[in-house]
């Protein structure tokens, strides 16, 4: 019987099945009395539905539930019938019903009957609007009527009376195309109908067509200065006033008013929701709804302000014949400084007394509200922290270059300054430039690590005709928002004190943490002299490393092209506290802005800095209104994979022994917490090798040599060189053979001739290498005469022809030199010792590849090539099971010969069972207990040290070590989503109490000037705590998801 929670959970989808099914044995029962119900009945007389409802848990625990109907023999009940006074099915059906208690012959007709039973779908008759393409193809010949109808009167000819006021007698030929409906006006009428909207598009009836006229024409006449309606006494007329719009460009009648207490002429234009283009003496404006238009439509599409220009254009004239006035360079202006202007006005600028110039640096950037801000959401106490809890409230950065996003060397700071000076992302200029100065002479030390371009490339980039050659930045690493004071503009490369100056810069703002996670993908390098430069820098940029935590790491992406030991020192996957975050933030939004590259390239340096600084906030903005679903869909992901790894962890630390587990987690726990200790992740073991064995039999020589002892019977060709370069030999004869295999018939002259040349080259090198080998081994002379398998023969193909190494002549069995016999037989366990590390390298791979395409490869176009990629992982897999097998050949019969007796401990046999991954069960041998599977690790992770079976290889506490820090990156992971989900409520509250502290009256506005600043303070509030409720509310599933994911995978 299930019990607890689960077991609720079946009672009641029991009881909802209980009473569904007696509702339907309810309507069966309606029926059988209705006779004419009853002859509808599509049913064998002889048979009635039976319904069989099966209640289980999944393998991830949810209760499921499963009816199915089979046709069961009708049987004439013993009882009679049910009447309601009996009672209903579910209180005579027992919940707490003992299931192993049913009948077994019921249960084996159950199941006969679902072995034959196919089930029935029911599939949905196909409409017409299923198709609405086809259906509107059909219908082309009215749409296309009304729309010639449009361009005629409609029903005016047989109405011959204005639309406009009551008592207007006036013919009607004039129409608005922005109003609704088709309305025929008199001149008089919509010219009065339209004084509050003065720039729609309106036409006039030619008595042959409608001809596009202005409202200026028909005219009307604008008033600015005072209330709708209301003529000013002393007018004063502006000439050629134009004015943009959504719908178009318009020459517009307009009236400045002249009164004694008017406002200024801007003043009058702002106050009817327009925007000037000059400040003096306007002649040119653009409505809000414009701005906020053309603003969006950079943000999504990326497109230019010439296009949008042009759209306007020809919004207004499609034909060329009456182009209106150029005001390109007036958008351009106007949409720089409204942009401008409303993230001061979103900054709260305009509510505090020191205006615009009191905006400190960065104060115009829209934060990330997950990101550890003191003061706004963490909690109390947060800094004094246990240490194993500090971790938590770790800030994240990660940095990069953009080297699309350059400019060309166009206009000049003097001509084209920024206006906002280092307010939102960009860094200021002038106090960089000053610092770039000092520093103009210093040479890019060179890396040590992998040769990687953003460091030995940094001063040698091509600048021609380039002002920048791209972007620094700094993004939070988690959440991927642009930091504030973290943009600058490069020259030449990534140049150290670029990235230097943005890290610091965008450090200012957070420098009351304690932990700071810094990703970058020349960490390595970056880091070593990083304090030391931060020195000579000026002391604004200083940062005080004493008494925090800092982890410098390379993004998981770029790991893989560093040298071993960064990958396990800056590895995210295996440094505890970083969770799942991987990285590369920065290279994920480098997708949204580059499109932006094309039009910024041709910017002034301001209005390029203005531009970016916009698409940033924007950036930022989008990721706040989605942070309720992005942040329950990651937890979603991570509780699921939390899961899987602690139970593969566990199975797989059940076949490790216990003394060994001990010592490895007291290792990987010491350099958690001090990671000068030994790195567990890193193989003490010397790998032996070929060329490692080839190098100590050539010093051996070599001593050989200098005591006067000279083996050689060849000049150049020692005994060790000559079993060295037949095992290579060997080695070329195996690929040759598996290229010649997999050409099809359809090869082309190119692959054939390619594989000729290989084999002749092959062929010649066997002739050189069977010449040499007969002075050391004669007799094989007569081996080849007697099989006549000469490389000269032309009957043999090269690739199976006998290279008779020591090895192969002790089968026969004859006698061999033992000198050579020994070289052999050190080669071929150095061959056997990297056939396994092969095996190893390429399984690894193969389950990660395999691991990648099951959870992030859609689409048949992807899956075939990563199909194709995971084939040529298993050719390897198999290729290195194959040179295994015949060094272990060699070993065997090399081993009587040599009297070795322990190597089969070392070298067992390798069966195809054995080729699997570290934690993969063998398919024959995989057992069940208690619903967790049983593991038998393979040999070939395993390795004897002469201590017997029972001691383990590095291979081992290395895959030991990556497992349990899989396992600890997700839990994490789980409990650091919980953590972001309450910053971002807890951030959304203080923001929501920072607005409301602005909406009582500041002393240095006026009463409208209060009014309005409470009333966009009040929005703003209202906007953030219905933000927040509504994260609530998409978050309140969370306790249950983790609660039910601890019962399966407590920590």
């Not at 049913?43 to 625990?61: C, E, F, Q």
């Not at 150049?716 to 099809?744: C, F, N, Y």
Request: hydrophobic fraction near 35%; glycine fraction near 4%.
């Amino acid at each position: 019987m299930v019990k607890g929670r689960y077991g609720r959970k079946l009672t009641r989808l029991q009881k909802q099945f209980c009473e569904e099914n007696g509702a339907r044995h309810a309507a069966q029962a309606a029926a059988a009395q209705n006779p004419t119900a009853k002859r509808l009945r599509n049913v064998d007389s002889s048979h009635d539905l039976h319904a069989h409802t099966s209640i289980d848990v999944t393998n991830m625990g949810h209760p499921s539930v499963r009816t199915v109907y089979y046709p069961a023999p009708k049987v004439t009940p013993a009882t009679p019938a049910r009447t309601e006074a009996d009672g209903s099915i579910s209180e005579t059906f027992n919940l707490e019903t003992n299931f192993d208690a049913v009948d077994d012959a019921y249960v084996d007709f159950l199941a006969e009957q679902n072995t034959n039973a196919e089930p029935v779908k029911s599939k949905r008759d196909r409409t017409p609007g299923d198709d609405p393409q086809k259906l509107w193809a059909r219908e082309r010949d009215s749409f296309l009527k009304e729309f010639i109808r449009l361009e005629a009167r409609g029903d005016a000819p047989w109405s011959h009376a204005c639309h406009g006021l009551p008592d207007c007698a006036n013919e009607p030929t004039v129409r608005c195309r922005d109003c609704e409906g088709l309305q025929l006006y008199c001149r008089s009428c919509i010219v009065s109908l339209h004084s509050a909207m003065p720039l729609h598009n309106v036409e006039i009836w030619t008595n042959t067509y409608f001809q596009r006229i202005s409202l200026r024409d028909l005219g009307l006449c604008i008033q600015l200065g005072h209330p709708a309606g209301i003529q000013c006494d002393n007018p004063v007329h502006a000439f050629d006033f134009t004015v943009l719009d959504i719908n178009g460009i318009h020459s517009v009648s307009l009236f400045f008013c002249n009164c004694a207490t008017a406002k200024t002429r801007t003043i009058q234009i702002l106050r009817s929701r327009w925007y000037p283009a000059t400040s003096t003496d306007p002649r040119t404006a653009a409505t809000f709804r414009l701005l906020d238009n053309f603003q969006m439509y950079t943000f999504e599409s990326k497109g230019s302000a010439f296009e949008y220009w042009q759209t306007l254009s020809h919004l207004s004239d499609n034909t060329g014949t009456n182009p209106p006035k150029d005001r390109y360079e007036a958008l351009l202006r106007m949409s720089r400084q409204y942009r401008h202007l409303l993230a001061l006005k979103r900054a709260g600028r305009a509510h505090d007394v020191h205006g615009v110039l009191g905006t400190k640096p960065g104060e115009l950037a829209v934060p990330c509200p997950a990101c550890p801000q003191p003061g706004r959401n963490l909690p109390p106490g947060w800094d004094s922290a246990p240490p194993n809890d500090r971790w938590l409230f770790a800030l994240f950065l990660g940095i990069d270059a953009n080297f699309r996003m350059c400019r060309r060397n166009k206009s000049s700071e003097e001509v084209d300054p920024s206006l906002s000076t280092g307010w939102a992302y960009f860094v200021e200029e002038s106090s960089f430039k000053g610092l770039l100065a000092e520093h103009a002479g210093q040479t890019q030390e060179k890396s040590s690590c992998a040769s990687h371009n953003a460091v030995n490339l940094a001063d040698s980039k091509n600048v021609r005709g380039l002002a920048a050659t791209g972007i620094g930045t700094v993004v939070c690493a988690r959440h991927n928002f642009k930091r504030p004071s973290a943009v600058r503009d490069l020259q030449k490369g990534e140049k150290y004190v670029n990235m230097d100056f943005l890290f610091f810069s965008t450090l200012t703002h957070s420098s009351d943490l304690a932990v700071f996670n810094i990703s970058y993908d020349i960490a390595c390098q970056w880091s070593k002299h990083l304090w030391t430069r931060m020195s000579r820098y000026p002391s604004t940029l200083h940062f005080s490393p004493g008494g925090k935590t800092i982890t410098f790491l390379v993004p998981k992406f770029h790991l893989p092209a560093h040298i071993p030991a960064c990958q396990t020192t800056f590895s995210f996957n295996l440094i505890k506290g970083m969770a799942r975050t991987d990285g590369e933030a920065p290279e994920r939004a480098w997708s949204n802005i580059n499109p932006v590259a094309t039009s910024t390239r041709e910017m002034g340096p301001g209005s390029r800095r203005d531009t970016l600084d916009d698409h940033f906030s924007d950036w930022n903005w989008r990721k706040v209104c989605n942070f309720g679903p992005f942040l329950l869909q990651k937890l979603k992901e991570a509780i699921p994979q939390w899961d899987q790894h602690v139970l593969d962890l566990r199975d797989f630390e059940e076949a490790i022994p216990t003394e060994s587990l001990t010592s490895w987690r007291q290792m990987v726990e010491e350099w958690e917490a001090d990671r000068s200790k030994p790195n567990p992740f890193e193989s003490a073991a010397v790998p032996i090798t070929q060329a490692s064995v080839r190098l100590e039999l050539s010093q051996a020589e070599a001593d050989q040599l200098k005591r006067g002892l000279d083996v050689s019977l060849h000049a150049e060709v020692s005994p060790s060189v000559l079993i060295a370069a037949g095992i290579d030999l060997e080695a070329q004869q195996r690929r040759l053979a598996t290229d010649k295999a997999v050409v099809g018939m359809h090869s082309t002259d190119i692959q054939l001739s390619a594989l000729q040349q290989r084999t002749n080259t092959l062929r010649r090198r066997l002739e050189h290498w069977a010449k040499i080998q007969t002075l050391y081994m004669p007799y094989v002379a007569r081996l080849r005469e007697t099989d006549d398998l000469g490389p000269g023969s032309e009957e043999e193909a090269v690739h199976n022809i006998k290279l008779w190494l020591p090895s192969a002549v002790l089968r026969l069995p004859m006698h061999c030199d033992t000198n050579l016999t020994r070289i052999e037989w050190q080669l071929r366990v150095a061959q056997a010792h990297e056939a396994l590390h092969e095996l190893h390298q390429n399984l690894r791979l193969k389950r990660h590849l395999t691991g990648f395409k099951r959870d992030w490869i859609t689409g048949q176009r992807a899956h075939t090539r990563s199909r194709g990629i995971i084939n040529t992982i298993q050719k390897k897999i198999d290729a290195a099971a194959t040179k295994y097998n015949i060094a272990w050949s060699a070993l065997e019969v090399l081993a009587e010969a040599l009297l070795e007796v322990e190597w089969m401990n070392q070298f067992p046999k390798l069966e195809k069972d054995d080729i699997r991954g570290m934690t993969e069960a063998q398919a024959a041998s995989e057992s069940q207990t208690e619903g967790r599977r049983l593991v038998a690790i393979s040999w070939i992770w395993k390795q004897s040290h002469g201590a017997g079976q029972e001691e383990l290889s590095d291979a081992m506490r290395i895959e030991w070590c990556k497992a349990r820090a899989r396992a600890s990156r997700w839990s994490e992971e789980v409990e650091l989503l919980q953590e972001e989900m309450r910053r971002v409520s807890a951030f959304l509250e203080w923001q929501t109490d920072w607005w409301k502290d602005r909406t009582t009256p500041r002393t240095w506005l006026d009463e409208m000037e209060n009014e309005g600043a409470s009333a966009y303070a009040h929005r703003q509030a209202a906007v953030r705590q219905a933000m927040r409720a509504q994260c609530i509310s998409i978050w309140s599933v969370v306790p249950g998801l983790v609660a039910f994911s601890s019962v399966i995978s407590p920590t």
